[in-house]
């Protein structure tokens, strides 16, 4: 069996607002395998980005992580002290953040805030500090790192801010990192290259990654296995290849139909409705409310996570009695 680098198991974060508890993540479970990459992926308000900050206990007030186990590199994170889990953020656990431009702070350096992190977590001279950040800058294929590094995030283009972002979460050389929709807001040559440089530096430093994102292209290209979630709840999980010619859960369907395709005319499909408000959701599957599929069943009873082929898991109680299409 592959060994496990990060186990969530029941996870449940959530937000306790005037308005009601919002459920975000709701009885979330899955494993992130040592050396692979994971896709996340799921409209906004599915709670990928939470169960990211959860994994990291970075969960903003006044969200909180109200039961489940969090296992990384065999140690529970839900039991350590905020002063344990300050020395493993930015170090064995790293997460690049969606927008670079609110993630790097104006008024500093990036050899000031690539600095920080390093001297956090290592024990190096200023001269080993500098060399370091040199090495990292040149890694992501910034030109001039010498020169660069002295510069402030608003002297680079949107494409190389993201590179600083992902300079930044590679300091440490993390066993595991989240990447957060990392392309969001470039333009689609600038998102190949930062795939492609994702991609690389997976290789070259030998980590496991978690891409979170609602790009189902993104999802075929970059990941070996995908995690499906909706609404707070998983979906499917499956090997990426599988997931996409042979989807077992209605959501996955109607996720892989909206996909365009340059290769082919295909008329797009829209997934009707809209994400249920999880402060009140829908009872039993929390889909049923626009699965063309659904029965009486399906608003009664929450559908449990199973394994209905090796590697192969679902969460529906008409999986067994529908046929569905893939790419």
């Not at 039993?284 to 069943?297: I, K, L, S, T, V």
Request: negative net charge; aromatic residues 4%.
């Amino acid at each position: 069996m592959s060994e496990n680098i990060l186990e969530v198991d029941g996870l449940r974060t959530h937000f306790y607002t005037e308005a009601g508890v919002v459920l975000a993540v709701d009885g979330v479970s899955f494993n992130v395998i040592k050396g692979e990459t994971l896709g996340l992926v799921g409209e906004s308000g599915s709670g990928k980005t939470v169960t990211a900050l959860s994994a990291m206990r970075l969960v903003p007030r006044p969200g909180r992580i109200v039961e489940g186990k969090i296992i990384f590199e065999g140690e529970d994170v839900l039991r350590k002290t905020e002063e344990e889990m300050r020395s493993i953020r930015g170090d064995r656990i790293a997460i690049i953040f969606q927008d670079p431009i609110s993630s790097l702070n104006p008024v500093y350096s990036v050899e000031s805030q690539l600095g920080d992190i390093i001297n956090t977590h290592q024990n190096l001279s200023r001269e080993e500090t500098r060399e370091k950040i040199e090495q990292i800058l040149r890694l992501v294929e910034i030109p001039e790192p010498e020169v660069r590094m002295r510069e402030y995030p608003h002297q680079f283009s949107g494409g190389m801010k993201q590179r600083v972002a992902i300079a930044r979460a590679l300091a440490c050389e993390p066993s595991l990192l989240f990447a957060d929709e990392p392309t969001t807001n470039l333009d689609v040559t600038i998102q190949a290259q930062v795939l492609d440089l994702m991609k690389d530096l997976k290789t070259k430093l030998g980590m496991s990654m978690v891409m979170i994102t609602h790009d189902m292209g993104i999802v075929a290209d970059i990941t070996s296995r995908v995690v499906v979630l909706y609404a707070g709840r998983v979906c499917e999980i499956a090997p990426t290849p599988v997931l996409y010619e042979h989807p077992r859960h209605p959501y996955t369907e109607a996720l892989l139909a909206a996909v365009p395709r340059i290769d082919q005319k295909k008329k797009l499909e829209l997934i009707g409705g809209n994400i249920p408000n999880l402060i009140t959701p829908p009872s039993g599957c929390r889909f049923h409310p626009r699965c063309p599929y659904a029965q009486n069943g399906c608003k009664e009873r929450v559908p449990e996570l199973q394994e209905v082929e090796p590697g192969h898991f679902v969460a529906c109680h008409e999986f067994a009695n529908i046929s569905l299409r893939g790419v």
